[in-house]
């Protein structure tokens, strides 16, 4: 994937971490949904890169706040906002330069 794709794919996923501040519980699910299908693009990325397992680690990260928020985790005690932070926080990691070679 390019430099390019990947950006792309990283501003959906705040787009959708976004939406998800304002979300019903179906509307989260969805955004949940899509969030494991962008990850999904990650992970396959991630292979042509060094720090395969950094990448993956955060991209689980991502999608465990998201599955939090989602409510398919409701042993997880922390408030929507604050795994929508997490969910930035694992965002923002990825975009960084050092990720993906970029």
């Given amino acids: 994937m390019m430099e390019r794709d990947i ?3 990283l501003n959906g996923l705040t787009l ?5 501040k304002a979300a019903g519980q179906l509307q989260a699910i969805r955004n ?3 969030v494991m299908a962008l990850c999904t693009d990650l992970r396959r990325s991630a292979t042509e890169y060094n ?3 950094n990448i993956t680690i955060i991209v689980g990260e991502l999608e465990n706040h998201m599955a939090a928020v989602a409510g398919l985790f ?3 005690d922390l408030p929507k906002d604050q795994h929508l932070v997490g969910a930035h926080a694992a965002i923002s990691k990825l975009a960084m330069g050092t990720c993906f070679g970029q």
Avoid: F, H, Q
């Fill in 7 to 9: 950006r792309a794919v």
């Fill in 16 to 20: 959708l971490v976004e939406d998800t």
């Fill in 32 to 34: 949940y949904a899509a």
């Fill in 51 to 53: 720090g395969t397992w």
């Fill in 74 to 76: 409701p042993t997880w």
